[in-house]
């Protein structure tokens, strides 16, 4: 077969652990029998016992990275939201297990996105900030975030903030 009418050849291919193989196989075995799509979604949420995580982040390459942080440190990002509306769609939507989400977003800032979506639901929020100290992070804790890191940050630290966010639910 040559490269050009190889389908898998020419394409950006991540490795994925046992979990996520195990998971992909469930889908095409349910997608070949037939199965709908709302049973499928059932399906894999039950066989997924990773932590659901929403990312909240404008910045598009930050956004991406503590993506891969979080899913090689054996977290599910479930969803990505660019501004704070967003993510509080998302995080009534997918009612994931924790949210990462930036303090300084468009359209909706962390800190009001955060106390929107406690009003609601209780649910462990580690809010990223570029302030070490101020009203800013006083309004979040306020607002019930469970944790807080100032950027930048380093790979151990939002992964143990949220492993401790996680664990305290």
Do not use: W
């Not at 709908?36 to 404008?58: C, G, K, M, Q, T």
């Not at 998302?90 to 979506?117: F, K, S, T, Y």
């Amino acid at each position: 077969m040559t490269e050009a009418n190889d389908p898998v050849r020419g394409r950006d291919l991540r490795p994925i652990g046992a979990a996520e193989y195990q998971l992909r196989l469930l889908v095409e075995s349910m997608v070949e029998a037939g199965r709908e799509e709302d049973e499928i979604v059932s399906a894999v949420r039950a066989a997924d016992d990773r932590p659901r995580v929403l990312i909240a982040e404008d910045e598009t390459l930050v956004r991406m990275d503590i993506g891969t942080v979080l899913q090689a440190a054996g977290f599910n990002v479930c969803a990505e939201a660019a501004d704070g509306r967003e993510a509080v769609a998302l995080a009534r939507e997918l009612e994931p297990d924790a949210i990462v989400m930036d303090a300084d977003m468009p359209r909706l800032n962390g800190v009001a996105a955060a106390e929107a979506i406690l009003a609601t639901r209780r649910v462990p929020i580690v809010m990223l900030t570029g302030y070490h100290y101020g009203e800013l992070i006083d309004r979040a804790f306020a607002a019930g975030i469970s944790h807080y890191l100032v950027k930048p940050l380093a790979e151990g630290e939002i992964v143990a903030a949220l492993r401790a966010a996680v664990g305290a639910t």
